[in-house]
């Protein structure tokens, strides 16, 4: 389906603001393992964390920054937030809400 260049025409919140949030978001995700090393390091490590965490700290920054300047990962994240706009603009009703209004019980 191709889109309209208008349609994808990013105003400044989007670009800085809203894209970079889903991106960071699906990294965070796709760096699971090294948010969980991360987590666990720091719970056991109380006030002592900022020296004995430094290589999960580490090893978590570099996957997050892999993501964030990949150029391909973030055509992928605009590409969603244009499907979520679009989605928006037809329905009127955010992302948010609209999956909350998916039945709780059967």
């Given amino acids: 389906m191709a889109r309209d260049p208008a349609e994808q025409h990013l105003r400044h919140v ?10 960071r978001e699906k990294a965070r995700e796709r760096c699971s393992e090294q948010v969980q090393d991360f987590t666990k390091c720091c719970k056991d490590s109380g006030v002592l964390m900022v020296v004995k965490c430094r290589k ?3 090893a978590l920054k570099d996957c997050l920054t892999s993501y964030y300047k990949d150029p391909a990962f973030y055509e992928e994240c605009k590409m ?6 679009e989605e928006f603009r037809r329905t009127g009703i955010p992302t948010k809400k609209r ?7 059967m």
């Fill in 14 to 23: 989007e670009k800085d603001v809203l894209i970079p949030k889903i991106m």
């Fill in 56 to 58: 999960e700290n580490s």
């Fill in 80 to 85: 969603e937030y244009l499907k979520e706009r």
């Fill in 99 to 105: 999956l909350q209004k998916l039945p709780t019980s």
